[in-house]
C-alpha cells in the first residue's frame, strides 16, 4: 500500500505540472493564431476567446496523452537515478508490478481521452467552423468599416461609407462600385441604410447618383436618384457549408463507414489506444542506469510518442485514401505496438528480478560460513 501511494503522489505531481505547462504554452499559441485570424478578417474579433477556447478544446487529447506519457517517464527515470528502484527490486517488486498501480492512476485520465477524441473533438471544431462561418456569411453591409474601402464576400463589390449610425444600420455618405460581367457601376449617395424583405436583404440608398460603363463598347450612363434600392443578400437563411469528417460525430462517422469516415474514425479511437500503450511503452522505456545521464532514455521516449501518433496521422491518410483497410491497420498498428510494450517490459521485468535473484544468492553465499 505504501509503495502505491507513493508512486502515485510521485505520478500526481509530475502530470499535473506537466498539464499546467502544456496548456499555458498550447493558450499562448493558439490565442497568437486566434488574433492572427482575426486580424486578417476570418475571426469575429469578439468572438476570439470562443474560437480560443474551443481550439484549445480540440488538442486536449495530445495534451492528455503527452503529460500522462511524460508523469510516467519523469517518475521512473527519477526513481531509476536516486536508486529508489534498487530499493523496490530487492523488496521484491519487478518493473512488472508497476503495471497496476500505474492504470490504478491513469484510469481515469484514460477515460478522459477516450471522451475527448470521440466527443469533444468533432463538438469544439463543428462550433469553431460555425463560428468563422457566420462571421464570413454576414451581411456586405456589415463588413464595412467606417472610413475604409471593404470588399464584399463574392469580390464584386466595394464599399465605403464617411460614418455610420451606433446601431450599424444606417451609413452616410456611401460609396458603392460594381463589377457585373461587362457592365461596371459606380453608386454614390448621402445615406443608405439596411431593410429586410423576406429573407432577402436590400440596401436602401436616398440622394445619389450612378454612373454605368459597359466595358466592351465604352458606352456610359448617369443616372440621379431619390431613392434606389440595392440587392445585398438573396437569401438570408442560407445554411452552412457542408461540415467536414473532423466535424462530424463519431456517431455518423459510424453510421456511414465510408472511406474518410472510417479514416476519422481511425484517428479518434487510436487516440486512446496510444495513450493506454504509451503508458506501458514508457515504463519500460524509462528505465535508467544511475550512473548514466538520462537524456538518451528522454530522446527515445520522446522520439516512441511523435513517432506512434505521426503513424495515426499516416494511417488516417492511408485509410481515407483505400490504401489499407481500417481493422488489418488498427490491429497491425495498436496491437503490434501493444506486443512490443508487452515484450520489452517482460525483458526489463525479468532482467531486474534475475540480477536480484543473483544478488540475493551471492549475499546469502557470502554469509555461509
Not at 260 to 267: D, K, R, V
Amino acid at each position: 500500500m505504501l509503495f502505491h501511494s507513493s508512486l502515485r503522489k510521485d505520478l500526481g505531481r509530475n502530470f499535473w505540472s506537466s498539464l499546467v505547462v502544456l496548456i499555458s504554452i498550447l493558450i499562448t499559441i493558439t490565442l497568437i493564431r486566434t488574433l492572427g485570424q482575426a486580424s486578417k478578417g476570418r475571426v469575429n474579433p469578439s468572438e476570439v476567446l470562443q474560437v480560443m477556447g474551443f481550439s484549445v478544446m480540440s488538442q486536449m487529447t495530445t495534451i492528455m496523452a503527452l503529460c500522462l506519457f511524460i508523469a510516467v517517464v519523469a517518475t521512473l527515470s527519477r526513481m531509476y537515478s536516486d536508486s529508489e528502484m534498487v530499493i523496490w527490486f530487492s523488496s521484491g517488486q519487478g518493473l512488472g508490478h508497476f503495471v497496476r498501480p500505474l492504470f490504478g492512476f491513469a484510469w481515469p485520465f484514460l477515460l478522459v481521452v477516450f471522451f475527448l477524441a470521440l466527443f469533444a473533438w468533432p463538438w469544439s471544431n463543428q462550433q469553431i467552423h460555425e463560428l468563422t462561418q457566420r462571421f464570413e456569411q454576414r451581411n456586405d453591409f456589415e463588413r464595412i468599416a467606417p472610413g475604409q474601402f471593404q470588399e464584399s464576400a463574392g469580390g464584386q463589390r466595394v464599399f465605403f461609407i464617411d460614418k455610420d449610425s451606433p446601431d450599424n444600420q444606417v451609413g452616410k455618405h456611401v460609396f458603392i462600385s460594381t463589377l457585373e460581367g461587362s457592365m461596371e457601376s459606380v453608386t454614390t449617395a448621402q445615406t443608405g441604410r439596411i431593410n429586410l424583405l423576406g429573407n432577402d436583404r436590400f440596401l436602401i440608398l436616398d440622394k445619389g447618383q450612378q454612373w454605368l460603363t459597359n466595358r466592351d463598347t465604352g458606352e456610359m450612363r448617369l443616372t440621379q436618384f431619390e431613392h434606389y434600392e440595392l440587392l445585398i443578400d438573396d437569401d438570408v437563411q442560407r445554411s452552412l457549408a457542408d461540415l467536414t469528417t473532423r466535424h462530424a460525430s463519431t456517431w455518423k462517422l459510424l453510421q456511414l463507414p465510408s472511406k474518410e469516415n472510417l479514416g476519422e474514425f481511425s484517428w479518434r479511437l487510436g487516440q486512446g489506444l496510444a495513450c493506454f500503450n504509451l503508458i506501458l511503452m514508457a515504463l519500460a522505456v524509462s528505465a535508467v542506469n544511475p550512473r548514466a545521464g538520462r537524456s538518451y532514455h528522454l530522446a527515445m521516449a520522446l522520439f516512441v510518442f511523435v513517432a506512434y501518433f505521426n503513424l495515426l496521422n499516416v494511417g488516417q491518410s492511408w485509410i481515407s485514401s483505400g490504401r489499407v483497410a481500417f481493422a488489418p491497420f488498427m490491429l497491425a498498428l495498436h496491437g503490434g505496438f501493444f506486443m512490443l510494450a508487452c515484450a520489452w517490459l517482460a525483458v526489463r521485468h525479468f532482467n531486474g528480478s534475475l540480477q536480484m535473484l543473483r544478488l540475493f544468492t551471492f549475499s546469502n553465499r557470502v554469509r555461509t560460513p
